[in-house]
């Protein structure tokens, strides 16, 4: 059976009222002066726990994996797999996990030395992809992601150990301040926000529609945006944005006619394998986190 060590230094969904701990980790692993980023750009996501970048991949990129991205929305098994999670109040579709590990395009995407090259440079050594998955937001109905931790959930429902992972946002449509893109709190990551109530059984089943248990308190938030405001990295197809496991994000509802897709790929450290979790009674299923 997978352990963990005795002291839990990121409890959470354990005590009553919300707590605000001192991250114990490391931002950067590796050396700022060898790696695709410069140094300047790893100081400033050391700093502000994000990073943006346009243009990472060209119009002709961003239009085959539009177009790999179309078969996977098109086929019609799709309708059964739980790896295909829908709107909490329709059939749209609102994300489609496991990429990498089902679809043969997105697997040699997920290897991409531009992206890495990234991921080894700040996580300090290889890599494996945690999670990947593409996230819809249909234009009218797109719903909302409340604000969260990756970390949060990841510590408590994965048993991931430490804060040595990080995601990758790829816009695969124009990412506009009015169409729900990812919005994050600067300097977030440096701060552990605990959440109260305990995990229920198979909680998987309901928060990958609408999360509630493993969000912070309002208090926490406004902690938080008080010292680091809120960004809303945007852009065109082909932009990325990497950010830390722990920094505190989300999205609005899309209520414009125009859809938003992006891309997610999570990249841990080989040296933070997922143990059991720290706060759920059984690990969630691989097309979630890889084991």
């Known amino acids: 059976m997978l352990s963990h060590p005795e002291v839990d230094v990121y409890p ?18 590796g050396d700022p002066a060898h790696g695709p980023l410069t140094q300047e750009q790893v100081a400033s996501y050391q700093k502000n726990g994000f990073l943006f970048i346009d243009s990472v991949f060209s119009p002709a990129e961003v239009e085959a994996i539009q177009q790999a991205k179309d078969i996977l929305w098109d086929q ?17 579709i609102r994300s489609i996990f496991a990429v990498h590990r089902d679809d043969a395009y997105f697997k040699g995407l997920s290897q991409d030395p531009r992206l890495v090259h990234i991921a080894t440079q700040l996580l300090g050594g290889d890599v494996y992809i945690h999670q990947s998955r593409i996230n819809f937001k249909s234009g009218f109905s797109g719903k909302e992601f409340y604000w969260h931790s990756d ?39 440096r701060h552990y926000v605990t959440c109260v109530g305990q995990t229920p059984e198979n909680h998987y089943t309901s928060s990958l529609k609408r999360q509630v248990y493993g ?26 944005l990497i950010f830390d496991c722990n920094i505190m994000h989300g999205s609005n509802s899309n209520i414009t006619p125009y859809p938003r897709s992006n891309l ?28």
């Open 264 to 291: 997610f790929l999570v990249y841990n450290s080989v040296e933070n394998r997922l143990q059991h979790p720290f706060g759920a009674p059984m690990p969630r299923p691989d097309y979630i986190a890889t084991r």
């Open 215 to 240: 969000t912070p308190d309002r208090q926490s938030l406004s902690f938080l945006v008080e010292r680091g405001g809120i960004a809303m990295p945007t852009g065109r197809p082909g932009s990325l």
């Open 12 to 29: 959470s969904r354990v005590l009553d009222e919300p707590r605000i701990l001192d991250r114990e980790d490391p931002v950067v692993y």
């Open 76 to 92: 019609p098994a799709t309708a059964t797999r739980p790896e295909v999670i829908r709107e909490p109040e329709s059939d749209s």
């Open 151 to 189: 970390f949060e959930t990841w510590h408590v429902e994965d048993g991931m150990p430490r804060m040595r992972a990080l995601s990758m946002s790829l816009a695969l449509t124009e990412n506009l301040a009015t169409n729900g893109p990812v919005m994050v709190i600067p300097g977030s990551h």
